[in-house]
């Protein structure tokens, strides 16, 4: 714990040498989960009883997610996000993103970081073609850009001719390599990736990876969280360790991860 | 919710960092992640979003359909089977036929329309609901969801309008110039659903248990609107203001207008006009600016 203390200290020093592009301050992030055991089925009688007592349903509980974090990222960096399942890392990322509201503290960001992920967006009914257009207007792309970036997109996926079928018939690594090459079409600021290279064969990691390296280079800066820690301790020149909503521990990759191995 | 354990120690700990983190967020002119925009600036987010409002409705649209074996042919099947249970009930069985001329030009006129409506508002209300996935992954106005979800019926429309207009021909109505302000009643009618379907966008995004009660609202909407019967002609004894509210009913208004042009060939009276008009500019910017008003909420839950 002493280490986190002393970091923000040290990290303001340095600030002032680079330029930050995104602060987080002493954020806390708080979400409502609505429970899974429901007891009352849900009919129409109960939920008129519900809305008229202004009652959300009794099972919802809040979780606090992000307990007080803060920290500086600056241009040019990649930080990494490692921690426990539920540590809140993917929240954070949220948070940054501006997806999720802050409950208490602030994210002060300039541009508007993206986070790289269009799954949501896409349908696996649906052609790869139709997809990769999908998924390309839903990230705010125009119709010029998207024409400009679809062979580019297929090639990287690598998939061929699998391209004109539906995404339900499609290997599990044959649609994460094309979220993950359409996801990373557009050229972000502030890019947020989470657990993106978790599947894909050996060379599909190694292209990806180098993706994200020539992102760094033309984003401001990119956040990466991931379960892999090769990839962190490759890509990143940060390391923020969560535990349960706050820091850890925070620093060099090496010596960072380190300590996350110990334990 | 109380306060985290950790709080004191961390007011001890960022005490100080936390102040020059805000200045020096203030010093690199870094602005706070989220922040509702204005309202101009809002619509024009969301013109610059009208490519994927238009291909997300469409793709909807086909992924809906690509599981049945029939696939887009229900788009025109639904209506016309339901039209079909409606007739059986109300028609033959209630023998509505009998008071009025037509009756299935009539029936089915009346259940296209409210069906456009209906289907809008239960989609606006899940159009947020069901898509946070969406939402807590991308950055986008969040109006643009029940606009994709407003043109999606819109598509469905065509293909019901279609099959309306034949079904009206073979009931033995002429082609009529009259015809030409279908689309002028149509535009009327979606500016109208999109506003309520916006309101309801809202409402489903913070009122969960709205999507069980939705339909029982709808459904007593439909029986209010004279869809099977002829609202002057039940209303007849009822005091003048019930009988000014249930035609003033915007569902009501567009069913009669449209008859009005397809089945009776007579030019709607100003009132019809005042009344579709009224509407479809009140609810579209009620409903636009109630939406709006929450903008940075949606996903939150």
Redesign the interface.
């Known amino acids: 714990m002493a280490d986190?203390?002393q970091k923000?200290?040290e990290e303001?020093s340095k600030?002032t040498v680079g330029?930050?592009?995104?602060?987080v301050?002493?954020l806390?992030i708080?979400?409502?989960v609505?429970g899974a055991a429901n007891k009352q089925k849900?009919?129409?009688a109960?939920?008129?009883r519900?809305?008229v007592r202004r009652q959300?349903?009794p099972e919802m509980k809040?979780v606090?997610a992000v307990?007080?974090v803060?920290f500086?990222a600056n241009h040019g960096e990649a930080i990494g996000i490692i921690g426990r399942n539920g540590s809140g890392k993917s929240t954070l990322l949220?948070?940054?993103?501006?997806?999720?509201?802050?409950h208490k503290?602030?994210?002060?960001?300039?541009g508007?970081?993206?986070?790289l992920?269009?799954?949501?967006?896409l349908?696996?009914?649906?052609t790869g073609e139709?997809n990769i257009?999908?998924g390309c207007?839903?990230?705010?792309m125009?119709?010029g850009e998207t024409r400009e970036k679809y062979d580019e997109i297929v090639d990287f996926s690598g998939i061929g001719d699998f391209i004109q079928f539906?995404m339900s018939t499609y290997s599990s690594g044959m649609g994460a390599r094309l979220r993950f090459a359409i996801s990373s079409a557009k050229t972000h600021d502030v890019l947020l990736i989470d657990e993106a290279l978790a599947t894909g064969d050996r060379e599909f990691r190694k292209k990806s990876k180098d993706r994200i390296m020539q992102m760094r280079e033309s984003a401001g800066t990119v956040f990466l969280v991931a379960h892999n820690l090769d990839v962190i301790e490759e890509t990143c020149n940060r390391v923020i360790w969560l535990h349960k909503g706050?820091i850890k521990m925070e620093g060099d990759p090496q010596e960072v991860l380190g300590a996350y191995n110990r334990v | 919710m109380s306060q985290p354990e950790s709080a004191v120690a961390d007011a001890q700990a960022g005490g100080q960092a936390q102040e020059s983190l805000a200045a020096l967020a203030e010093r690199y002119g870094l602005r706070r992640a989220i922040a509702r925009p204005t309202l101009p600036a809002y619509l024009r987010q969301l013109w610059d979003r009208r490519h994927f409002i238009v291909t997300y409705a469409t793709s909807r649209n086909v992924s809906n359909y690509s599981e049945s074996a029939l696939g887009q042919l229900w788009q025109v099947l639904t209506p016309l089977l339901n039209a079909a249970v409606y007739w059986l009930m109300f028609g033959v069985i209630l023998g509505q036929s009998k008071h009025i001329e037509n009756y299935p030009a009539f029936l089915i006129t009346g259940v296209m329309v409210f069906t456009f409506t209906q289907r809008t508002v239960t989609g606006g209300a899940k159009s947020i609901s069901g898509n946070l996935s969406l939402i807590r992954a991308l950055h986008f106005p969040r109006a643009t969801l029940p606009l994709a979800y407003a043109i999606q019926e819109l598509q469905i429309l065509g293909w019901s309008m279609g099959v309306l207009i034949v079904l009206v021909l073979v009931t033995g109505e002429p082609i009529s110039w009259l015809w030409l302000l279908i689309p002028v009643a149509l535009v009327l009618q979606f500016v109208f659903n999109l506003g309520a379907s916006l309101f309801m966008a809202r409402i489903g995004a913070f009122v969960r248990d709205i999507t069980q009660l939705l339909p029982f609202i709808l459904r007593t909407w439909l029986y209010a609107s004279g869809v099977f019967y002829m609202i002057t002609e039940r209303t007849a004894g009822l005091p003048s203001a019930l009988r000014w509210a249930m035609e003033f009913n915007p569902a009501a208004a567009y069913i009669e207008f449209m008859r009005d042009l397809l089945i009776y060939q007579r030019f709607p009276e100003r009132w019809a006009w005042v009344t579709c008009i009224f509407w479809a500019v009140f609810a579209a910017i009620g409903g636009f600016w109630y939406f709006w008003r929450a903008e940075e909420r949606y996903g939150r839950g």
Do not use: C, F, W
């Open positions: 986190v203390m923000p200290s303001l600030m330029t930050p592009t995104v602060i301050d002493d806390h708080v979400y409502k609505y849900g009919n129409a109960n939920a008129l519900r809305i959300g349903r809040e606090h307990r007080g803060s500086v949220r948070a940054i993103a501006g997806l999720l509201p802050a503290g602030a994210v002060y960001t300039n508007q970081p993206s986070l992920g269009v799954n949501a967006a349908m696996k009914e649906l139709r257009v999908l207007y839903a990230m705010g125009s119709p539906p706050k």
